[in-house]
């Protein structure tokens, strides 16, 4: 309890300085060409990516917390890239070290996960920032048209490794996904609500297992 309350607080810390810090480029830009926007156009602006990914700042926090824990977190908002490499990463980092994402060992092993994403990201992206721009155009297009599938592949591959840990339960969670899924894009429900749904509905199926689970060893 004690360590979460300083997590907590240096993250608030750290974020807040990081909030203020992603506005300085933009701040020096509008001063220094004279181009700065107005009120108006900032809150239409923000309107629109509200619109777009508003969902996900309430579904992927909740969702991702039991693996990356508090630190973890707040390292992986910071760093960016949250669900696509720093969510995997913890994940990955726990079925190593064979501990249970939401323990204490969970926490720390997924921090450690984070945190090393994070190193290797930053000295990947330097490396291909500096290089990527004469490698990438001398692949073939089969390799570079097959990037936009890594996201699916990535979270696939999480899911199928939880799912086996209770098979009704994660069998039942793709089901009902799928249906929710299905039946919600024909009524032309918005995508983040239909992922809010699925997460939600996981939520309740693997609560209902668990109960199940302790009232039978309690017989």
């Not at 969902?55 to 909740?62: A, L, R």
């Not at 939401?102 to 291909?128: K, P, Q, Y």
């Amino acid at each position: 309890m004690e360590y979460n309350k300083k997590v907590i607080r240096n993250g608030r810390i750290t974020m807040g300085l990081a909030i203020i810090a992603n506005f300085i480029p933009a701040i020096y830009v509008g001063l220094r060409y004279d181009v700065m926007p107005s009120w108006g156009m900032i809150f239409q602006i923000w309107g629109i990516v509200a619109a777009s990914y508003g969902i996900s700042w309430i579904v992927q926090p909740i969702a991702y917390y039991p693996t990356m824990g508090a630190a973890g977190s707040y390292i992986g908002w910071l760093a960016g890239s949250c669900g696509d490499i720093r969510m995997p990463a913890a994940a990955m980092a726990q079925k190593v070290a064979g501990v249970e994402p939401g323990t204490h060992e969970g926490d720390v092993v997924g921090t450690i996960g984070v945190s090393c994403s994070v190193l290797v990201s930053a000295s990947l992206i330097t490396l291909f920032v500096l290089l990527g721009t004469q490698i990438i155009p001398l692949l073939p297009e089969f390799i570079t048209s097959s990037f936009s599938y890594i996201l699916p592949a990535l979270f696939g591959a999480i899911f199928a490794d939880q799912a086996r840990k209770n098979l009704k339960s994660g069998l039942l969670t793709l089901v009902f996904g799928v249906a929710i899924l299905y039946f919600g894009s024909m009524l032309g429900i918005n995508g983040g609500i239909l992922t809010l749904l699925v997460i939600l509905m996981g939520i309740l199926i693997s609560r209902f297992f668990y109960v199940q689970g302790k009232k039978a060893a309690a017989k």
